[in-house]
């Protein structure tokens, strides 16, 4: 008995793959034979699926704002450390302004300010004008984006949506789809805070006096989340939220939904020290600058864990621990724009693109029939696993289909038949030539072999440069073309030539008709 050659077993492996991984994203009843088949399914994307679209902004001149302040304390101490008297320093705009009142040595103030790399700065007869150079603004700006990417990111992933694409959009936006989403309000709650977070003492002798409006130095009003009252808590953090490396939703022993965090060591330490030194009194917990509880210190707390109680539900219990987990925006970050795409739009969609392929390759097939004859049956049975193939490879690599992802297969089946056509005419070619028809075959393919791979190499090449380079649809549009230039190779030049080397060299009786 004759072995199977590599080829055929290849082939074979082919097609199984291609059915497997295929069928259950072809297929619409879910009680079929093929149950066991259904995690297989082909991923949509936005315009498929339907679902929500965010554009946000980064508000990076807030950020720059805080590093100013931040500037003008470090500027305050640099000046009274080497001794050089000044009146008063205020912030203008994206400027410090440090002002005179005593004539002062040029010399020795500019090689105090070339200290610092991240500033220029002017000097005039009786003040200074400071501010940021243009190469820190910009890697600064830069740093804020990247940072807001992934704090997003991160929020995003812990919601649970299926394949969202988050990119930066711009100099200064982020923009976000996810396809499926069935709570976007929730998502938008997520995105629109700032989850800066800390720990800080309420300040009580100043309560007692908070109707007066007499305050002691050193504290501030922060109002509570829920129900608006004033707190009078210490401006001074005792421990801060960058120092929490875990937040869970759960319940308290009164069934009431909490959110337990644990610090990192250094936390730990703070926490036990604030902890055992204020034994008795009350420290707030700071949530973007507003107060979500502010519980009475009972006992020292050594162990770094800790629980956050408040009016919660179960659901915003566990939207604070997804805050916490993911970290804070460095920046604040605002919708600019929203938009929705209802799954009924979706499926419009889909029904259009699948209408647009199945016309191609029905078009195809009489073409291919008309023309060619049984050999353009054979690539007609090539063009069919060509498709499987394609889908298959989507599902394998959970790439989103979207419905530039659909053009691009439409493309790919011309380019699967624009192999097969040169491959038949150089068979024709040869067999005009008098050649016998296993010559004909073996030379046609070797023969247009060299024009298939240069037309797909650079086609691939193009696929991926727009893959790296683009973003949404066109990285969706990017990836079907690259998969299906790899598998029109795969298939044209292993299927195709053995399903003609099995009908026609193989059957001495049946001659090529071309």
Not at 129 to 138: A, G, S, W
Not at 192 to 219: C, H, P, Q
Not at 234 to 261: E, H, M, T, W, Y
Not at 407 to 430: H, K, P, Q, W
């Amino acid at each position: 008995m004759k072995k199977p050659s590599i080829k055929l077993i290849f082939s074979f492996l082919i097609v199984l793959f291609s059915l497997y991984f295929a069928i259950p994203s072809l297929t619409k009843n879910n009680d079929s034979e093929l149950n066991f088949l259904k995690k297989n399914k082909i991923r949509l994307g936005l315009d498929l699926q339907g679902g929500s679209q965010l554009l946000l902004q980064v508000e990076t001149e807030k950020a720059l704002s805080e590093k100013l302040l931040n500037l003008s304390e470090e500027l305050r101490d640099l000046l009274n450390n080497d001794g050089i008297t000044y009146d008063n320093i205020s912030v203008v705009e994206e400027q410090i302004k440090v002002f005179f009142t005593e004539t002062f040595l040029e010399s020795k103030l500019e090689n105090l300010l070339d200290k610092l790399d991240t500033i220029d700065y002017t000097i005039f007869k009786d003040y200074i004008l400071v501010e940021f150079n243009q190469d820190y603004k910009k890697n600064f700006t830069r740093s804020l984006i990247i940072q807001s990417l992934e704090i997003v990111r991160k929020r995003i992933d812990e919601v649970g949506t299926n394949e969202p694409i988050i990119q930066i959009q711009g100099r200064k936006r982020i923009l976000v789809q996810l396809p499926g989403l069935k709570d976007p309000e929730r998502v938008k709650r997520l995105l629109g805070k700032t989850a800066k977070m800390n720990f800080r003492l309420v300040d009580e002798k100043a309560m007692t006096l908070i109707n007066d409006k007499k305050y002691f130095i050193g504290s501030e009003i922060v109002y509570h989340l829920d129900n608006n009252i004033p707190y009078v808590i210490k401006k001074r953090i005792g421990v801060s939220g960058d120092n929490l490396i875990d937040a869970n939703a759960s319940v308290d022993q009164f069934n009431q939904p909490v959110v337990s965090i644990r610090f990192d060591s250094t936390g730990s330490r703070r926490f036990a020290d604030l902890t055992s030194k204020h034994t008795g009194q009350r420290f707030a917990i700071v949530l973007d600058n507003k107060v979500i509880s502010a519980p009475v210190i009972r006992e020292a707390i050594p162990s770094g864990n800790a629980q956050i109680s408040g009016n919660f539900t179960f659901e915003s219990a566990n939207d604070l621990a997804i805050l916490l987990r993911a970290g804070s925006l460095p920046a604040p970050i605002s919708i600019l724009e929203e938009r929705t795409v209802g799954p009924s739009l979706g499926q419009d969609s889909i029904d259009a693109g699948t209408f647009s392929v199945g016309l191609a390759l029905s078009l195809v097939f009489i073409y291919m029939f008309f023309i060619y004859g049984k050999l353009g049956l054979i690539a007609n049975v090539v063009l069919i696993v060509n498709f499987l193939f394609i889908i298959a490879w989507l599902v394998l690599l959970e790439a989103t289909l979207t419905l530039p992802g659909i053009a691009g297969i439409a493309l790919t089946v011309g380019m699967a038949v624009d192999a097969n056509v040169l491959i038949f005419e150089r068979i024709r070619e040869e067999k005009n030539l008098g050649r016998s028809k296993i010559s004909a075959i073996n030379t046609g393919f070797q023969q247009a072999l060299r024009a298939i791979l240069d037309a797909n190499v650079t086609t691939l090449i193009a696929a991926i440069i727009l893959f790296f380079l683009g973003s949404g649809p066109i990285r969706g549009f990017s990836i079907t073309l690259g998969l299906g230039v790899i598998s029109t190779i795969t298939c044209t030049m292993i299927i195709s030539r053995l399903l003609i080397d099995t009908f026609y060299t193989k059957n001495s009786k049946r001659d090529i008709s071309i």
